[in-house]
């Protein structure tokens, strides 16, 4: 395996209806690190983030998630953790060298990175990937597979 620029990189998010876009930001967390650590949200960090749709549960989330780690042969790479907040253990842990965000969750990292430097730990280096567009050049999003309009690949679905 050729060496990968980071020895520790994390990636978070709420992974609900498990899609295109979260594929495209975990296999580019595994491209770049050698270890990743998942922040995945808990129920009670999704009641308090006001979604405008429904959340499947915290254990179905994390069993699809799972299943995709595991079809991609990166188990043995990964740890995953229930975070209660939107920085996860990046906020305090000084081993993280970058976390991989998609161009809508860029502007967190950059708020995260402002508290390390409070707390004196270095920033972390910011991948950012750019979102994955369904058929009609529009995001893939969770709330859009939610409302009827795409599936989980950005197919266009029949209203």
Known sequence: ??????????????FDMFHEGHKA???KAYEVGEKVIIG?????????????????????????????ILHEGQIHRTEVVAINDPYGPAL??????????????????????????????????????PMVLAEDGKPISTTRIRAGEIDRAGRLLES
């Open 1 to 14: 395996m050729p060496e990968k620029p980071f020895r520790l990189v994390g990636v978070a998010g709420t």
């Open 25 to 27: 930001l975990l296999r």
């Open 40 to 68: 995945l949200t808990t129920d009670e960090f999704v009641a308090e983030m006001g979604k405008p749709h429904e959340v499947a549960p915290y254990k179905e989330r994390l069993e699809e998630l799972l299943a995709f």
């Open 92 to 129: 305090w842990d000084g081993g993280f060298e970058a976390i991989v965000v998609s161009e809508e969750t860029a502007p967190k990292a950059e708020e995260l990175n402002r508290l390390r430097a409070q707390r004196g730990l270095r920033p972390l280096e910011l991948v950012v990937i």
